[in-house]
Structure formats: C-alpha cells, structure tokens
C-alpha cells in the first residue's frame, strides 16, 4: 500500500467505529450498519472541510468582482500570452485570490475517496486492510444496500455477484440508480450555483464563469461513466457528498447570497416583507430602521434638496430695494462710460493739435509775421505824399 497505508488506516478505522455504534441497532451483518457507517465518515470528512468551503465560497466571489480587471488585463495584452500570464498572477497576488481555492474542497475529498475505493475494493477481494480484520471483512460481504453487496459493482461477473450472495440484475438495477442519483445531485448542485447565487450581469463574456458552465455538465457525464467501476459502498460515499454539498450550499445561498444575484434579491424582499409586517424599513446596507422615523429621514432629506435647488423668496420691499440698488449700479455705470469718452476724446484733440503745430504755421506765428508787414505798408505812405 505504501505511502497511503496511514490514510487507508485511518478510513477504516473510522468506519469500523461508527459500525460499533450501528451494529447494536441493525445487527453486525447489516447493510444499515455499514451503509451508515459510510454515511457518517462522509460527515466527518465534511465537517472537517467546512473552513475550506468557507474559504472556497470567499475565493468564488472574489474571482467574480476581479472579473473587469481580469478582462482588461487579457484585452491589453492579447498579443503577448507570456505577459498576460505575469500580470494575471500579479493580480491573483495583489488582491489575495487564489483561483485554485474554488476546488479546494474536491482536492481534498479525493485521497479519502480513493483510500475508500481501495478499502471497498479489499473487501470484495476478501483480503483484509487496515484495521478492518477477518471476522469484520466476511461481516463486510455479507452486508447488503437495498440487495446489493457493499463490495459489487456494475461491471462484476455474474459469478462474483453470486459468490456474494447476491442477483446480478438486482445489483445493476441498484447501481444503475445510484449512478442517475449521484449524476443528477451532482449536476442540479452546480446548476442552482450558477442560476441562483451568480450575478447575471458578470456571466457576459466571463471565461470563469464560461468554466463553472463546462462543470456542471462534464462533471456529471465523468461521474456517470466511471461509476459503473464504484462498489455500491463508493457509490454511497459519493451520494452522500453530493446532498451534503447540495444541501450546504442552498444554506449559504439562502443566509448569504453574493450581491446582485437572484437569491440576493430574493432574500432582500423577504426581509423587506419581514420589516414591513414589524412597522420598519429595510434600509439598503441590511440595517432596519423603525418605519416613522426612516419617513422623518427621507422628509428631511427632500426638504434639503429643495431648499438646496429652490431659489430664497424676496419680500415686496425687499424686491425694491434690490431693484434700487441695481438701477444705481446701472447708472455708475453709465457715468464711468460717459467720462472714459469724454476723456478718451480731448486725449484725441489734443493729440491732433500738437501735430499741426508742428506741420504748420500757428495763429500765433501768423499774426507776428502780420506785424512787420503792416509796418512796412505805413511806412510807404509818406513817401507817396
């Protein structure tokens, strides 16, 4: 056996301790007595995962809002897959995500699933394994579920089958069931994930959510095929697991949905009703708040933005002393307008006078000039005389 001699030990060992406790009740050779002894080292091993699936639930909705920055991170460098991965696990790191934490609980429910299967597989071989000794291994085959051996299995010979004290037919016909049960558990579990707890608005081009599609049909169809190769004990482990998981997940889908999904809606109106009966108001962040009081609130908030978007009304006198004010500050105005022009057009005359004083003869210039010449003309007479 190997390396996994400790963990077949400890599978067997459980199981024989809870065929201790059922032995009492349904006798030692009973199919009830390991068929629950099987049932009851699935709900250890699953309560010993519930931290995981804890952490399995935190990793899928982290995966769901990292979407956008996933898609802009594929679109930015669709060209180079070398660098799209680089930044991707950049991203996974920034943020603490860890894509692999969504099949935590698979990964770890596999080598007790397996180590079950080798323990089963011994059984129908009549050969001893871990803790179970002789007298528990013919007590083993002798234990029929619904008429078929714990140790049978759908592709067994009809020798075998007889050599267990069972009907070939019977033991197909229950496999066979337990097969279509354990597909459909399987397949109904990732199908109420995805149409009940998943935001429609992030399954629009999501290749993660493109993958949880792909799952719930593959897995189904892999389960069905290889399941004609479980014993019936397998089968049983593999059944349980599946209700388990289905029933844990309806649990966490109607306590705490993922914002924006259905259920999330659906939980939201129930407790809305639920305020609503108890003369309260279910406020948007899950708080409630007494019904009169969230009015006041909302009242007061609508009288805010009025006042905030209503202009303040004046008074009659009022009115006119505003109309005065603005009449006088219209005629300032008007005066500051009328002296910059009038200043504006002496600078301009006097500018104009100075250049013809300059260009030409001043009237002062002239009548000094008119001077001497009327003094020369006076002179003149005498001498006409």
Same mark, same amino acid.
């Given at each position: 056996?190997?390396?996994?001699?400790?963990?077949?030990?400890?599978?067997?060992?459980?199981?024989?301790?809870?065929?201790?406790?059922?032995?009492?009740?349904? !006798?030692?050779?009973?199919?009830?007595?390991?068929?629950?002894?099987?049932?009851?080292?699935? %709900?250890?091993?699953?309560?010993? /995962?519930?931290?995981?699936?804890?952490?399995?639930?935190?990793?899928?909705?982290?995966?769901?809002?990292?979407?956008?920055?996933?898609?802009?991170?594929?679109?930015?460098?669709?060209?180079?897959?070398?660098?799209?991965?680089?930044?991707?696990?950049?991203?996974?790191?920034?943020?603490?995500?860890?894509?692999?934490?969504?099949?935590?609980?698979? /990964?770890?429910?596999?080598?007790?699933?397996?180590?079950?299967?080798?323990?089963?597989?011994?059984?129908?071989?009549?050969?001893?394994?871990?803790?179970?000794?002789?007298?528990?291994?013919?007590?083993?085959?002798?234990?029929?579920?619904?008429?078929? @051996?714990?140790?049978?299995?759908?592709?067994?010979?009809?020798?075998?089958?007889?050599? /267990?004290?069972?009907?070939?037919?019977?033991?197909?016909?229950?496999?066979?069931?337990?097969?279509?049960?354990?597909?459909?558990?399987?397949?109904?579990?990732?199908?109420?994930?995805?149409?009940?707890?998943?935001?429609?608005?992030?399954?629009?081009?999501?290749?993660?959510?493109?993958?949880?599609?792909?799952?719930?049909?593959?897995?189904?169809?892999?389960?069905? %095929?290889?399941?004609?190769?479980?014993?019936?004990?397998?089968?049983?482990?593999?059944?349980?697991?599946?209700?388990?998981?289905?029933?844990?997940?309806?649990?966490?889908?109607?306590?705490?949905?993922?914002?924006?999904?259905?259920?999330?809606?659906?939980?939201?109106?129930?407790?809305?009703?639920?305020?609503?009966?108890?003369?309260? %108001?279910?406020? @948007?962040?899950?708080?409630?708040?007494?019904?009169?009081?969230?009015?006041?609130?909302?009242?007061?908030?609508?009288?805010?933005?009025?006042?905030?978007?209503?202009?303040?009304? /004046?008074?009659?006198?009022?009115?006119?002393?505003?109309?005065?004010?603005?009449?006088?500050?219209?005629?300032?105005?008007?005066?500051?307008?009328?002296?910059?022009?009038?200043?504006?057009?002496? !600078?301009?005359?006097?500018?104009?006078?100075?250049?013809?004083?300059?260009?030409?003869?001043?009237?002062?210039?002239?009548?000094?000039?008119?001077?001497?010449?009327?003094?020369?003309?006076?002179?003149?007479?005498?001498?006409?005389?």
């Amino acid at each position: 056996m190997g390396i996994l001699n400790p963990l077949y030990t400890a599978v067997s060992w459980i199981i024989v301790q809870f065929h201790s406790l059922f032995s009492p009740i349904f !006798g030692k050779d009973s199919g009830w007595s390991w068929g629950l002894s099987i049932v009851c080292l699935v %709900v250890v091993i699953r309560i010993c /995962l519930i931290p995981l699936f804890v952490k399995q639930i935190k990793a899928t909705r982290g995966l769901q809002a990292l979407q956008p920055r996933i898609k802009e991170v594929q679109k930015r460098y669709k060209d180079d897959r070398e660098r799209q991965s680089q930044e991707m696990m950049k991203l996974y790191k920034e943020t603490g995500t860890n894509p692999l934490s969504s099949c935590l609980p698979i /990964l770890v429910q596999s080598p007790f699933f397996f180590a079950l299967f080798h323990v089963l597989q011994r059984i129908s071989q009549n050969r001893t394994v871990g803790v179970i000794d002789r007298d528990l291994v013919n007590s083993a085959q002798q234990a029929h579920i619904f008429g078929a @051996p714990i140790a049978a299995k759908f592709t067994d010979s009809a020798a075998k089958i007889a050599s /267990l004290g069972a009907d070939l037919t019977t033991v197909r016909i229950v496999t066979i069931v337990m097969i279509v049960m354990m597909s459909g558990s399987q397949f109904f579990t990732q199908r109420q994930l995805m149409t009940k707890n998943t935001d429609p608005a992030s399954l629009v081009g999501n290749p993660f959510a493109k993958q949880q599609k792909l799952m719930m049909y593959a897995f189904p169809i892999m389960f069905a %095929v290889f399941g004609i190769n479980f014993p019936v004990g397998v089968l049983v482990y593999w059944l349980t697991t599946n209700v388990w998981t289905m029933g844990q997940q309806l649990f966490v889908i109607n306590r705490n949905p993922t914002p924006g999904s259905p259920a999330f809606k659906v939980r939201q109106e129930k407790l809305a009703e639920k305020a609503r009966k108890q003369g309260k %108001v279910l406020l @948007p962040d899950g708080k409630v708040m007494d019904a009169a009081e969230y009015e006041a609130q909302q009242a007061e908030l609508k009288a805010q933005a009025a006042r905030r978007q209503q202009p303040t009304r /004046l008074t009659k006198s009022q009115r006119k002393a505003r109309a005065r004010e603005d009449a006088d500050a219209a005629g300032t105005d008007a005066e500051e307008t009328s002296e910059a022009g009038t200043a504006a057009s002496n !600078g301009t005359a006097r500018s104009n006078g100075s250049v013809k004083g300059s260009t030409a003869r001043t009237p002062h210039s002239g009548a000094r000039n008119a001077g001497p010449r009327k003094q020369t003309q006076s002179r003149k007479h005498p001498r006409k005389k």
